[in-house]
């Protein structure tokens, strides 16, 4: 049975990055997947009642992941993900960015610059996320949407997807 682990968000502001750490009782393939294969990002990313639903993904190097935040109400908001480095199974970085359905990015965003790292411990796998932004205020603006608490409760359907 996969215990529910505390998400811990650190703000940087002097650096312009937000860190956050979390644990899952699971193997360190397993989370890999869970953040690497569309089917399975579909399942956990956005929080509830919203729901992520990828219309391309292609990872690799280069590569992009275009999705749709959709919400109870209909789609929400169109979002990319420009995959810069990957190493299998250990990190990958990416380029955040909000766009249109057809990933055309939307200036009157910030950019994030997103370090994603999957270390392995003895319960599990610690996933580490380096967010670094532009300018000071691009944090401000981030956590004002609302970044924090549904990153946070995205985590949390982590844990369902890994239980099944």
Same mark, same amino acid.
Request: proline share 3%.
């Given at each position: 049975?996969?215990?529910?682990?505390?998400?811990?968000?650190?703000?940087?502001?002097?650096?312009?990055?937000?860190?956050?750490?979390?644990?899952?009782?699971?193997?360190?393939?397993?989370?890999?997947?869970?953040?690497?294969?569309?089917?399975?990002? !579909?399942?956990?990313?956005?929080?509830?009642?919203?729901?992520? @639903? $990828?219309?391309?993904?292609?990872?690799? =190097?280069? &590569? %992009?992941?275009?999705?749709?935040?959709?919400?109870?109400?209909?789609?929400?908001?169109?979002?990319?993900? !420009?995959?810069?480095?990957?190493?299998?199974?250990?990190?990958? @970085? $990416?380029?955040?960015?909000?766009?249109? =359905?057809? &990933? %055309?990015?939307?200036?009157?965003?910030?950019?994030?610059?997103?370090?994603?790292?999957?270390?392995?411990? !003895?319960?599990?796998?610690?996933?580490?996320?380096?967010?670094?932004?532009?300018?000071?205020?691009?944090?401000?603006?981030?956590?004002?949407?609302?970044?924090?608490?549904?990153?946070?409760?995205?985590?949390?359907?982590?844990?369902?997807?890994?239980?099944?």
């Amino acid at each position: 049975m996969i215990t529910k682990k505390q998400t811990l968000v650190t703000k940087d502001t002097a650096n312009k990055k937000l860190v956050v750490v979390r644990e899952f009782d699971a193997s360190s393939e397993e989370v890999w997947r869970a953040w690497t294969e569309s089917e399975l990002l !579909d399942r956990w990313w956005a929080p509830k009642p919203w729901k992520a @639903t $990828t219309k391309s993904m292609d990872f690799r =190097e280069g &590569g %992009v992941w275009l999705y749709c935040m959709v919400g109870p109400d209909g789609p929400g908001a169109w979002c990319r993900a !420009d995959f810069k480095t990957i190493s299998h199974q250990k990190s990958f @970085t $990416t380029v955040a960015s909000f766009c249109d =359905e057809n &990933g %055309v990015i939307d200036k009157g965003f910030p950019a994030m610059h997103w370090k994603n790292e999957f270390i392995k411990t !003895d319960e599990g796998t610690r996933v580490k996320v380096e967010i670094s932004f532009n300018k000071e205020g691009d944090i401000e603006k981030i956590l004002a949407l609302g970044f924090e608490q549904g990153f946070t409760a995205a985590l949390g359907n982590l844990d369902e997807v890994l239980e099944k």
